[in-house]
């Protein structure tokens, strides 16, 4: 049994797969398994996945696209480790990432979930931003009022999930419901480190507008469901109205190619430094070899 489960659910991620899953064997810390669940993809995304020759790596498939909710509950279900780290299947991962949260949540058992800062990088690997948490304890209303977690740096107890498992139903928000759910029951917390490399995948074309609406859509849903018990539903009402107002002026950039000029991620911490030691994560990350890569064809 591992220490560490690593779940990363993926669809239609052929350009970046194999780069996130090098990421994880590149980890200083290798008392892990992986568990990769494909939700019904189209392109060779799971055929990288499946060329993986580990014995750590458990891959499932079963060709239907059943959204993130329903697989994020599955990779719950078959975890075996005694903390699960999640990671987006277009991310990378830090090379000590696993290391610094086991460490941590080793040391503080009052903590149940902790984050990271992160780097925001484009298609290229370029480094783009840094986004730097404080570190610290996130409070229940700032939870309640904004996800304010990043879930693919995160780190947590198995039984946090276990205990408040995701809604299959959200094809949006599932992470920010579940710790909604576990509100008043669940420690969270901020590391300041940054042990991530998040991908803007879009920031060289023009984002989909239907794509733009499914986001708002489930978090008004999830405002609805927990706003009023923690923030009362006249504060909840208005942060509706406000989600919507800025999807509305977001879609009004976006159908004027302005959309460039809307970052919600307003922190750039980034300094030449902090860009140097980023890249040198990156260009280690590349070099590892992950046995039965070296099998796929190429393209």
């Known amino acids: ?3 560490v489960t690593i779940g990363i659910p993926f669809y239609n991620c052929e350009d970046t797969l194999a780069n996130t899953i090098r990421s994880l064997f590149a980890q200083s810390f290798q008392d892990w398994e992986l568990v990769l669940v494909d939700d019904g993809s189209t392109d060779s995304s799971l055929s990288i996945a499946r060329s993986i020759d580990d014995v750590r790596v458990h891959v499932i498939a079963d060709g239907i696209n059943k959204g993130i909710g329903a697989r994020r509950k599955q990779i719950v279900d078959l ?10 299947a277009d991310d990378m991962m830090h090379p000590d990432r696993l290391r610094v949260q086991y460490d941590f949540l080793e040391k503080h058992s009052e903590i149940d979930i902790v984050d990271t800062s992160y780097f925001t990088i484009d298609p290229k690997h370029n480094i783009l931003r840094l986004l730097k948490k404080v570190e610290g304890y996130v409070d229940n209303t700032e939870m309640a009022r904004f996800p304010s977690l ?18 299959e ?45 499914i986001g708002p859509r489930y978090n008004a849903k999830i405002y609805m469901r ?11 009402l208005k942060l509706i109205i406000r989600l919507y107002a800025r999807t509305a002026f977001r879609l009004v950039l976006i159908s004027t190619g302005q959309h460039k000029r809307f970052k919600v991620e307003k922190t750039n911490a980034l300094t030449p430094k902090t860009k140097v030691l980023a890249e040198q994560g990156i260009k280690e990350i590349l070099e590892i070899a992950v046995p039965g890569f070296h099998l796929l064809k190429q393209n």
């Open 226 to 236: 927990y706003g009023w018990k923690y923030l009362g539903l006249l504060t909840t």
């Open 1 to 3: 049994m591992a220490e």
């Open 79 to 88: 975890a075996d480790g005694k903390y699960l780290a999640w990671q987006d």
């Open 150 to 167: 990043t879930n693919g740096t995160s780190m947590a107890r198995i039984e946090i999930y276990k205990k408040f498992p995701y809604d």
């Open 169 to 213: 139903r959200l094809r949006r928000g599932e992470d920010w419901d579940v710790w909604l759910k576990a509100l008043g029951n669940a420690k969270y917390y901020h590391i300041e480190d940054t042990l991530y490399y998040r991908m803007d995948a879009d920031i060289n074309q023009k984002p989909r507008i239907s794509r733009e609406l």
